[in-house]
């Protein structure tokens, strides 16, 4: 079952409102986007009321993934909610601290709660006396300090903004401890339109707080380069568009994140939190991550990722022509706790070494080779590698331009690696036993003339896995549907009907025999069914080789097992559709596919 926070991370409603949608891309788009896609990673930051208790309330851990929705979890009544501001001294907070901190790991934009879903005003508010300068002994503008420290630094200065949800406002979303008759913070909107009271006060929530708010944060912080919403679902199609109607109107050029409202509003996409396996929702797309769990500053939460996880995740992310936005949650005294700074320090370490490799590239052409991913700008591919070749031998997929040169960018001479071309699409690079760098090596390879590439994916005869995962294939079909995407979810759920498919294009570069071994769990009334593995040719569209096989009960969709099921074989070289599909479901459930492996044996 999901948690309560993923619910609120970025539910879709089940149905979209029937009125005249926002045009996805506009004439101004593209100049407006033009530093973000340069950018291409930022750091987000949690600050509230919330950082002071970090998860801990009346001697008590609150039992919340996210230290930032302790009120709700706790419901804590608003009386004493605002008694946290009078302790929020905030004696160790540093603008410039925090700014230099972004710069040095390498990342160009900075993302600032200016208001959680708390309702508490992290900056010098007009509209609200509810605020960090007036009702804390703190007593200063963060959000001031911090635009002219990012001005000085050069990073963009961005603002988060919780438009759908205020618990501290009486006619606002989430809080029903203090208001019984609000609107409940798990409620869809289909719950609450008819209902009078309810949308007559939310809009008056709506006017009087949150758009006066978005537009004094536009008007007193100079130029914004993001304003970035949570939980527009929460809302309907025309109160979203009455926010972006008010960002054009103060700060034309300022961007609008999509959960201003839901696809297709805000000038790009994003994922959910936290969701390292993604399927890309729009050209131009992000991807937020914290590096423990929480968001805000959590002092139980020690479940901190390793530098090499976050850069993993987000060369990943760039490999798809999306940006990576880090997440630090700054304790309540305002300084950054030691694990941010020591993570965030080696993320800046490679990236003074590979940042060329991340600012102002674009998405891999050759695909996801299976030792790693790669990027593209200007004449040069940046082959980032998760997986050392340890033959000596780097096979690189898919490149038909003539290469220039080889080499790696922790090498300071930068020479030259052999290159062999193999195929009219494929280049062998010959490189050390032992990388040159201990985290994440990257090669550059420069080619003449405009990139002429390959993208689907190529078979390897050797060295690498052929992993199909769950996430690259292609679903059709009218109950099949992909997984949340987060840990343990990279699977295929809800596969009911004999009309569902999943398949994955691919090349041999000659003719091959494989073992293929499905990885996926199955609950007990999956028992009986059957399945077809088939590979089919793109050419004459003949099914090539196929394997009927039952399904094996793991206990659990969730319980993943792996099960070699036959051989498939590939009568010459060419272009592939690998398919799975269901042959029966007595039950009317199917297995939850992890993944395909394609291997030698």
Not at 19 to 36: F, G, N, P, T
Not at 504 to 513: E, S
Not at 519 to 547: C, F, H, N, P
Not at 560 to 578: I, K, N, Q, R
């Amino acid at each position: 079952m999901a948690k309560q926070e993923d619910l609120m991370d970025n539910a879709e409603g089940s149905e979209q409102p029937n009125i005249e949608q926002l045009e996805a891309v506009d004439a101004d788009h593209d100049a407006r986007m033009a530093w973000w896609r340069e950018a291409r990673v930022g750091l987000f930051i949690h600050w509230g009321l919330y950082s002071l208790p970090a998860g801990v309330w009346k001697g008590e851990e609150v039992p919340a993934s996210y230290a930032e929705h302790l009120m709700l979890r706790a419901r804590i009544p608003v009386s004493e909610y605002e008694q946290i501001a009078t302790e929020f001294h905030a004696e160790h907070f540093d603008a410039k601290e925090w700014v230099r901190a972004a710069k040095l790991a390498g990342l160009e934009y900075l993302i600032f709660t200016a208001k959680h879903h708390e309702g508490f005003a992290m900056y010098d508010s007009d509209v609200s006396d509810y605020n960090i300068v007036k009702k804390t002994p703190f007593a200063r503008d963060p959000l001031r300090e911090l635009a002219d420290a990012c001005r000085e630094e050069g990073i963009k200065l961005c603002i988060y903004y919780s438009h759908s949800m205020d618990w501290h406002h009486p006619d606002s979303q989430g809080n029903t401890w203090d208001y019984p008759h609000n609107i409940g913070a798990y409620d869809d909107v289909a719950s609450w339109i008819n209902d009078v009271d309810k949308r007559t006060r939310y809009e008056h929530y709506l006017h009087t707080s949150a758009l006066p708010q978005v537009k004094e944060l536009l008007e007193k912080y100079g130029p914004v380069g993001l304003l970035w919403f949570d939980c527009g679902h929460k809302l309907t199609a025309e109160q979203g568009a009455a926010f972006v109607k008010q960002v054009r109107e103060v700060q034309p050029d300022c961007l609008i994140n999509r959960r201003v409202w839901m696809d297709p509003y805000g000038d790009y996409g994003n994922t959910s939190d936290n969701q390292p396996h993604v399927r890309v929702p729009r050209k131009d797309w992000e991807s937020i991550a914290t590096l423990n769990d929480s968001w805000g500053y959590k002092v139980a939460d020690h479940n901190w990722k390793a530098a090499d996880v976050v850069l993993r995740q987000m060369i990943d992310v760039l490999s798809l022509n999306g940006n990576f936005v880090i997440n630090v949650g700054p304790m309540g005294n305002g300084a950054f706790d030691p694990k941010s700074v020591e993570l965030l320090e080696q993320i800046g370490h490679w990236m003074q070494t590979n940042g060329e490799a991340v600012h102002g590239t674009r998405q891999s052409p050759i695909g996801k080779p299976p030792w790693g991913r790669c990027t593209m700008k200007d004449g040069i591919l940046y082959l980032l590698i998760f997986e050392w070749p340890t033959n000596g031998k780097l096979l690189v997929p898919g490149l038909r331009n003539p290469v220039l040169k080889a080499y790696a960018l922790a090498d300071k001479d930068r020479s030259a690696l052999p290159v062999t071309r193999i195929s009219e699409e494929d280049i062998v690079i010959e490189v050390p036993i032992s990388p040159t760098a201990s985290t994440i090596p990257v090669l550059a390879v420069e080619f003449t003339g405009e990139c002429d590439a390959n993208p689907v994916r190529l078979l390897y005869t050797a060295d690498y896995p052929n992993n199909f995962g769950a996430f690259d294939a292609d679903i059709e079909g009218p109950t099949v549907r992909y997984d949340t995407g987060k840990k343990d979810h990279d699977n295929l759920i809800s596969w009911t009907s004999l009309e569902d498919q999943a398949s994955w294009a691919f090349r041999a570069n000659g003719p091959d025999r494989l073992q293929a071994v499905l990885e996926y769990g199955a609950a007990a009334d999956a028992d009986g069914g059957s399945y077809e593995l088939s590979v089919i040719s793109k050419r004459s569209g003949e099914t090539v080789s196929r394997i009927a096989q039952t399904v094996k009960p793991t206990g659990d969709g969730y319980e993943f097992a792996a099960f070699p099921v036959g051989h498939l074989s590939l009568p010459e070289a060419g272009d592939y559709v690998l398919r799975l599909k269901a042959l029966s479901l007595p039950n009317g459930a199917f297995i939850c596919l992890k993944k395909i492996v394609l291997e030698r044996g």
